[in-house]
């Protein structure tokens, strides 16, 4: 079902993990937990749980869970929810830190030469129709954007590059969107109300056949 909030959480998830700014950019580091569940609906990471990025992956026995299908987590207490109870050996690999450098949101004006690069993320509009005669569901296309701050052209195309492939990569893979693609790359600027030796370029997406 169509919901901006996990949207946005999803592909601050995806956009954190395909490891576009590396953790040290980030100011993350990744852990591993590695247990044994017993029938448990909801875990929290070990290390700094209030302090979680983004979770790697989960892999309970020899399976490969998928977020938003299998699981979900909260960024904010660390908890992670499953959708069946789990039992067995797993390792979870997560991201914790102080900070980070992609966020579902801008960033603030203040910010020193010495916080970027940074990725923003933002859904930018839906157009939500009736889907079939007598529209018990709708279907709608989703538009969202990929804003990238750095210090030199250089540097901004190649992030480009990497958010490019990565969702071109993972275009089916998404879970609370459909088929998702590229849809615009804009012009690269200087970064309104920075410093000038900022400047940004966005890549536009269009998720399409999303129905609820």
């Excluded at 900022?198 to 890549?203: G, V």
């Amino acid at each position: 079902m169509f919901n901006i909030t996990n949207i946005k959480d999803e592909l601050r998830n995806f956009f954190r993990n395909s490891d576009i700014l590396t953790i040290t950019q980030r100011g993350v580091t990744t852990y591993q937990d590695t247990e044994t569940f017993a029938g448990e609906s909801t875990y929290t990471v070990s290390n700094s749980p209030t302090k979680l990025k983004n979770i790697r992956s989960i892999v309970v026995g020899s399976t490969t869970l998928d977020y938003g299908l299998d699981y979900t987590f909260n960024f904010e207490t660390g908890v992670i929810t499953f959708t069946n109870a789990q039992t067995g050996n797993y390792t979870i690999s997560y991201d914790s830190g102080n900070s980070d450098s992609i966020y579902t949101d801008f960033p603030r004006d203040d910010l020193s030469i010495s916080s970027y690069p940074r990725i923003a993320i933002d859904v930018m509009s839906a157009d939500p129709d009736a889907f079939g005669i007598g529209g018990d569901s709708f279907i709608s296309n989703i538009n969202f954007t990929c804003v990238v701050y750095a210090d030199n052209t250089d540097s901004i195309d190649s992030y480009i590059q990497a958010v490019k492939t990565a969702i071109e990569s993972n275009a089916k893979n998404f879970y609370y969107m459909g088929f998702t693609k590229p849809i615009l790359i804009g012009p690269c600027i200087a970064s309104p109300d920075r410093s000038n030796e900022i400047m940004q370029r966005n890549i536009d997406f269009q998720s399409m056949f999303n129905v609820s």
